[in-house]
T-cell receptor, first 116, second 115 residues
């Protein structure tokens, strides 16, 4: 199946700093990537949809100025958590759709963010 | 409003027996359903999917059944193996805009296979 990677796999940062998470599709081009957040023992919550070459579409309640998404190429999307606070600590997962118009998404391994 | 529900947070099944995971949905616009398996601290892995034009899809040990009238789907795993122990999420999508479909996930069911 399609392979999606994320980097870093885990990161610890101080409150007030910014953290960038990369999501790459390794063996296919992804016009659309998605960013999810998962709190412990909860479901995956979609944060935003990232389309290559255009602005990301954010879900209701997600601050676009805090969670900056850049989808600069067909194989790379980045999520930057700006001015991180302890409540931003979570597991962030990206996914990519192989073909436009299909619904199957392939997920990255996730990034564990801990903000001290 | 939880549009996709997995009412059993956990399930334990003996190795070799059948595991049945259930999922209910409320949005009648959903037309594509997927099951993902997730280990702790890892991203979900796609298992199997089904379109609303079908009522059954089978792939090896995994079979998904869809009952549109009841807005219910289930994942059957047979025979269950210890490596199947994980959290299983069902997900659904609706044809809102071509190319912009997004997945709505259930809350997950933790499956434990007992050796």
């Amino acid at each position: 199946g399609a392979v999606v990677s994320q980097h870093p796999s885990w990161v610890i940062c101080k409150s007030g700093t910014s953290v960038k998470i990369e999501c790459r599709s390794l063996d296919f081009q992804a016009t659309t990537m998605f960013w999810y957040r998962q709190f412990p023992k909860q479901s995956l919550m979609l944060m935003a949809t990232s389309n290559e070459g255009s602005k990301a579409t954010y879900e209701q309640g997600v601050e676009k100025d805090k969670f900056l998404i850049n989808h600069a190429s067909l194989t790379l999307s980045t999520l930057t958590v700006t001015s991180a606070h302890p409540e931003d600590s979570s597991f962030y997962i990206c996914s990519a759709r192989v073909l436009a118009g299909t619904d199957t998404q392939y997920f990255g391994p996730g990034t564990r963010l801990t903000v001290l | 409003d939880q549009q996709v529900k997995q009412n059993s947070p956990s399930l334990s099944v003996q190795e070799g027996r059948i595991s049945i995971l259930n999922c209910d949905y409320t949005n009648s616009m959903f037309d594509y359903f997927l099951w993902y398996k997730k280990y702790p601290a890892e991203g979900p892995t796609f298992l199997i999917s089904i379109s609303s034009i079908k009522d059954k899809n089978e792939d090896g040990r995994f079979t998904v059944f869809l009952n549109k009238s009841a807005k219910h789907l289930s994942l059957h795993i047979v025979p269950s193996q210890p490596g199947d122990s994980a959290v299983y999420f069902c997900a659904a999508s609706a044809p809102l805009n071509f190319g912009n479909e997004k997945l709505t996930f259930g809350t997950g069911t933790r499956l434990t296979i007992i050796p």
